[in-house]
C-alpha cells in the first residue's frame, strides 16, 4: 500500500484524475413578470454592499438574458440568467413538481466553487440568491437535487449566527436491484464539484446500508477537512477504526453483472442521466484486500457493522462540531417546547411518545481524553438549562454505563437532537416543522383551538 504523504498539498486531485465542475443553482419565481438583467444585478449589488462588476453575455434561445458577475474579493465568476420554468413532467411530484407547476420564471446561477473553500463559496452563492431576492420561493441545487425551502433558506443561510456547512455539498443515494440480491451500492454526488472522488461503498447488505450510510458521511466530511487520501493510503476514521479508498473502476469489475456498481451498471446509470458516475470515484474498502484463492478488495464489513451495532467512535471534524452545536443551540427552544407540550399533554399516548422520541446527542461526561466521544441520550426531563437522559448505547470511552443508566447533562453540551414521531424525523434544522407536527398531534388548530 501507498505511504500517506505528510504533505496535504500531495495528496488529492491528482491522484484521482478529478476535475472541479459547474454548481448550479435554480431559484423559483412566483410573479408573472420575468426580473430583468437590470433588476438582478442591482439587487446582487444591494446585498453584497457593492457594486458587483457584471458583462453581457450571448444568451442562449431559451433564456432571456445572460450575465456574467464578478463579486469582490471573491474568486469565483457567477453567470447568471433568466428562462422560463420548464414544464413538469406528468410524473413529477412532491415540492418540485409544486414549484415547477406554479412559478412561471426561474434565476439561474452557475459557478465552479473554489477547491481551497468550497463550502463558503455555496454559502455565499446561495445566500446571494436567497438573500437579494427574498421573493424566491426555493432554491434547487442542480448537482444534489436538493431543494432548499424558504424556511431553510432563512433559517441556515440568512439567519444571524449562519456559517458554511459542508454537509450541503454532497447527496447520499442508494442503488439496489429490486429482484436480485440482499446488498445495496451507496455513493455520493457532490464531491466531485469540489475536487475529490465521490465515494461508493459496494456490496453493503439491506440491513447494514444505514450504518454504511453514516460511514459515506463521516469520510466525506473528513475530506473536506484533511483534503483526499492517496488511493490505497489507511484512514483512521475513528477509534481503532480504519479503511481505505481505491479506485471503484478497478474494484467493480468483480461485481456481478447487472449488480448495482458492477460496470454494465455504471454504464447504463450513466445513459439514463446519473451524472455522478461519469466522475472520478472513490470505493470504500478494507484495510487488505480478502479470499481464499484471489485477494480481492472488499467493503470494510467489520466497520460498517461496528457502527451498526453503536460500539463505534467516529471522529467529527471541527467544523462539522461547530456546526451542528450551533443549529443544536439555535433550536434548542423549539426542541424543549415541542417535548413539554408532549409531556404536559393529558392524553397518555403523546406521553408515552414523549418518552421514546426525544434524544440529544452530547459529549459522553467524565471522559478525560483530547478525542471526545459524542454519543446519544434519550430525554426525560428538560429543566431549564439541566436535561436529564438515560444512555441508549453503552459509550466505548465509559463502557460502565449501561443503557439506561441515568445522567444529567447542561443544555450547553447538547450538540445535536432528534425528534421520531411516528415516521418521521425531525432535527434542528426542521424545528418549524417539529412543532406544526406537534400541534397537529395535540389537535390545535391554525387559530389555536
Given at each position: 500500500m501507498s505511504e500517506a504523504s505528510d504533505d496535504p498539498s500531495d495528496r488529492g486531485e491528482d491522484d484521482w484524475g478529478v476535475e472541479p465542475h459547474e454548481s448550479g443553482f435554480v431559484a423559483f419565481w412566483p410573479h408573472a413578470d420575468a426580473p430583468t438583467a437590470a433588476e438582478v444585478i442591482a439587487a446582487v449589488s444591494a446585498w453584497v454592499g457593492t457594486q458587483v462588476v457584471s458583462e453581457p453575455m450571448e444568451a442562449e434561445d431559451d433564456s432571456l438574458w445572460t450575465h456574467s458577475v464578478q463579486v469582490p474579493g471573491v474568486e469565483s465568476v457567477l453567470i447568471a440568467w433568466c428562462e422560463r420554468a420548464r414544464d413538469a413532467p406528468g410524473d413529477t411530484g412532491g415540492e418540485l413538481g409544486k414549484l415547477m407547476?406554479?412559478?412561471?420564471?426561474?434565476?439561474?446561477?452557475?459557478t465552479i466553487l473554489s477547491t481551497e473553500e468550497p463550502a463558503a463559496e455555496y454559502f455565499m452563492?446561495?445566500?446571494?440568491?436567497?438573500?437579494a431576492f427574498p421573493d424566491v420561493t426555493s432554491i434547487l441545487d442542480v448537482v444534489t437535487g436538493e431543494l432548499h425551502s424558504r424556511t431553510r433558506l432563512d433559517r441556515e443561510f440568512l439567519a444571524e449566527g449562519c456559517e458554511p456547512m459542508e454537509s450541503f455539498l454532497w447527496r447520499l443515494s442508494r442503488y439496489e436491484h429490486p429482484q436480485q440480491g440482499d446488498s445495496v451500492l451507496l455513493g455520493t454526488s457532490g464531491l466531485a464539484r469540489c475536487g475529490l472522488p465521490e465515494l461508493d461503498l459496494m456490496e453493503v447488505p439491506r440491513e447494514l446500508a444505514e450504518?454504511?450510510?453514516?460511514?459515506l458521511h463521516s469520510l466525506a466530511g473528513m475530506m473536506f477537512e484533511n483534503g483526499a487520501p492517496i488511493p490505497g493510503e489507511t484512514i483512521e476514521i475513528g477509534d481503532e477504526l480504519r479503511?481505505?479508498?481505491q479506485h471503484a473502476a478497478a474494484v467493480s469489475g468483480f461485481l456481478k453483472e447487472g449488480e448495482p456498481g458492477s460496470p454494465s451498471w455504471r454504464a447504463g446509470a450513466l445513459e439514463s442521466g446519473l451524472s455522478e458516475f461519469g466522475v472520478p470515484r472513490a470505493a470504500v474498502c478494507g484495510i487488505e484486500p480478502e479470499g481464499s484463492f484471489k485477494k480481492l478488495w472488499q467493503w470494510p464489513r467489520t466497520v460498517v457493522e461496528r457502527i451498526a451495532a453503536g460500539r463505534a467512535v467516529l471522529y467529527m471534524t471541527q467544523q462539522s462540531v461547530r456546526v451542528t452545536q450551533r443549529r443544536a443551540r439555535a433550536s434548542w427552544g423549539a426542541f424543549a417546547m415541542a417535548f413539554a407540550s408532549l409531556t404536559r399533554s393529558t392524553d397518555a399516548a403523546l406521553r408515552d411518545l414523549a418518552a421514546r422520541a426525544f434524544v440529544v446527542q452530547a459529549p459522553v461526561?467524565?471522559?478525560d481524553s483530547p478525542r471526545v466521544e459524542q454519543s446519544w441520550f434519550q430525554v426525560r426531563k428538560i429543566?431549564?438549562?439541566?436535561?436529564?437522559v438515560t444512555v441508549v448505547d453503552r459509550p466505548v470511552t465509559r463502557p460502565e454505563l449501561d443503557p439506561g443508566a441515568t445522567l444529567s447533562l447542561g443544555a450547553a453540551s447538547v450538540s445535536d437532537w432528534r425528534v421520531e414521531l411516528g415516521e418521521e424525523v425531525f432535527g434542528p434544522s426542521e424545528s418549524d416543522e417539529l412543532l406544526a407536527e406537534v400541534d397537529r398531534l395535540r389537535g390545535v388548530g391554525a387559530d389555536g383551538a
Amino acid at each position: 500500500m501507498s505511504e500517506a504523504s505528510d504533505d496535504p498539498s500531495d495528496r488529492g486531485e491528482d491522484d484521482w484524475g478529478v476535475e472541479p465542475h459547474e454548481s448550479g443553482f435554480v431559484a423559483f419565481w412566483p410573479h408573472a413578470d420575468a426580473p430583468t438583467a437590470a433588476e438582478v444585478i442591482a439587487a446582487v449589488s444591494a446585498w453584497v454592499g457593492t457594486q458587483v462588476v457584471s458583462e453581457p453575455m450571448e444568451a442562449e434561445d431559451d433564456s432571456l438574458w445572460t450575465h456574467s458577475v464578478q463579486v469582490p474579493g471573491v474568486e469565483s465568476v457567477l453567470i447568471a440568467w433568466c428562462e422560463r420554468a420548464r414544464d413538469a413532467p406528468g410524473d413529477t411530484g412532491g415540492e418540485l413538481g409544486k414549484l415547477m407547476r406554479a412559478c412561471p420564471w426561474v434565476i439561474r446561477l452557475q459557478t465552479i466553487l473554489s477547491t481551497e473553500e468550497p463550502a463558503a463559496e455555496y454559502f455565499m452563492a446561495m445566500g446571494i440568491l436567497a438573500g437579494a431576492f427574498p421573493d424566491v420561493t426555493s432554491i434547487l441545487d442542480v448537482v444534489t437535487g436538493e431543494l432548499h425551502s424558504r424556511t431553510r433558506l432563512d433559517r441556515e443561510f440568512l439567519a444571524e449566527g449562519c456559517e458554511p456547512m459542508e454537509s450541503f455539498l454532497w447527496r447520499l443515494s442508494r442503488y439496489e436491484h429490486p429482484q436480485q440480491g440482499d446488498s445495496v451500492l451507496l455513493g455520493t454526488s457532490g464531491l466531485a464539484r469540489c475536487g475529490l472522488p465521490e465515494l461508493d461503498l459496494m456490496e453493503v447488505p439491506r440491513e447494514l446500508a444505514e450504518a454504511g450510510a453514516v460511514l459515506l458521511h463521516s469520510l466525506a466530511g473528513m475530506m473536506f477537512e484533511n483534503g483526499a487520501p492517496i488511493p490505497g493510503e489507511t484512514i483512521e476514521i475513528g477509534d481503532e477504526l480504519r479503511v481505505t479508498l481505491q479506485h471503484a473502476a478497478a474494484v467493480s469489475g468483480f461485481l456481478k453483472e447487472g449488480e448495482p456498481g458492477s460496470p454494465s451498471w455504471r454504464a447504463g446509470a450513466l445513459e439514463s442521466g446519473l451524472s455522478e458516475f461519469g466522475v472520478p470515484r472513490a470505493a470504500v474498502c478494507g484495510i487488505e484486500p480478502e479470499g481464499s484463492f484471489k485477494k480481492l478488495w472488499q467493503w470494510p464489513r467489520t466497520v460498517v457493522e461496528r457502527i451498526a451495532a453503536g460500539r463505534a467512535v467516529l471522529y467529527m471534524t471541527q467544523q462539522s462540531v461547530r456546526v451542528t452545536q450551533r443549529r443544536a443551540r439555535a433550536s434548542w427552544g423549539a426542541f424543549a417546547m415541542a417535548f413539554a407540550s408532549l409531556t404536559r399533554s393529558t392524553d397518555a399516548a403523546l406521553r408515552d411518545l414523549a418518552a421514546r422520541a426525544f434524544v440529544v446527542q452530547a459529549p459522553v461526561p467524565g471522559v478525560d481524553s483530547p478525542r471526545v466521544e459524542q454519543s446519544w441520550f434519550q430525554v426525560r426531563k428538560i429543566d431549564h438549562d439541566c436535561v436529564d437522559v438515560t444512555v441508549v448505547d453503552r459509550p466505548v470511552t465509559r463502557p460502565e454505563l449501561d443503557p439506561g443508566a441515568t445522567l444529567s447533562l447542561g443544555a450547553a453540551s447538547v450538540s445535536d437532537w432528534r425528534v421520531e414521531l411516528g415516521e418521521e424525523v425531525f432535527g434542528p434544522s426542521e424545528s418549524d416543522e417539529l412543532l406544526a407536527e406537534v400541534d397537529r398531534l395535540r389537535g390545535v388548530g391554525a387559530d389555536g383551538a
